[in-house]
C-alpha cells in the first residue's frame, strides 16, 4: 500500500501580489528559466495569459526533469485544465484574483496542487453551452485527482504517478 503523504499546507496565507510568477520561491516578472529543482511554485493572477504562462513554465519544469513525454503531455494538459477552471470560474463577476500552482517531484510521483480564493460552480450544476468538459477531462489524465471547494477558494490536487525510467536491456543469456 502506497504511503499517504500529507498535502502542502494551503497556499494562500503567504503568497505574492496577483500578478506577479513566483518561481522556486522567486518573484520574477516574466516566465523565468526553469532551475531542475524538485518543486516549482507559481502564483499569479488569474487571466488567460498567466495561465499560459505558467503552462509553459510546467512544461519546461517536467522536461528539465527528464520526465517522459506522455506523462509531461498528461501532467500539463490537467493542469492547465485546472489553471483554466480558475480563470474561467473562480472570480467570475468580480476582478481576478491569484491562482497558484504547487508542483513537487518525490517518492515515484509529481503531486500538483492548484488553488484560488474564488468559488467555482460546483460539479452538479447544469455545464455552460460548450463547457463543462474539464474536470472529467482532468480525471481521465491524473491518476489521483481531489478537490476541495470552500468558501475561502477552491483548491485541486492531482497526482502523477513517474514509471523508472528503462534501464539498459538484460545480457543475452
Known amino acids: 500500500m502506497p504511503e499517504h503523504r500529507p498535502r502542502p499546507a494551503p ?25 531542475t529543482a524538485r518543486t516549482l511554485y507559481c502564483c ?12 509553459r513554465t510546467v512544461r519546461a ?7 517522459a513525454r506522455d506523462l509531461t503531455d498528461d501532467l500539463v494538459l490537467a493542469v492547465y485544465e485546472a489553471l483554466t477552471n480558475v480563470v474561467d470560474h ?17 517518492d515515484a510521483a509529481v503531486t500538483t496542487t492548484v488553488s484560488d480564493r474564488g468559488r467555482w460552480r460546483s460539479e452538479g450544476s447544469a455545464p455552460e453551452e460548450h463547457r463543462g468538459r474539464g474536470l472529467p477531462l ?30 539498459p536491456p538484460p545480457a543475452a543469456r
Open 44 to 55: 499569479t493572477g488569474a487571466t488567460t495569459d498567466h495561465a499560459g504562462d505558467v503552462r
Open 90 to 106: 473562480a472570480y467570475r463577476g468580480r476582478p481576478a484574483g491569484p491562482m497558484t500552482l504547487l508542483s513537487e517531484f518525490a
Open 138 to 167: 482532468i480525471r481521465a489524465l491524473a491518476a489521483t485527482v481531489d478537490i476541495d471547494a470552500r468558501s475561502s477558494g477552491t483548491t485541486v490536487h492531482l497526482q502523477h504517478p513517474v514509471s523508472p525510467a528503462p534501464g
Open 11 to 35: 497556499l494562500m496565507s503567504a503568497l505574492s501580489a496577483p500578478g506577479e510568477l513566483v518561481v522556486a520561491r522567486t518573484t520574477v516578472p516574466t516566465v523565468p528559466t526553469v532551475p
Open 61 to 67: 519544469w517536467t522536461t528539465a526533469l527528464g520526465l
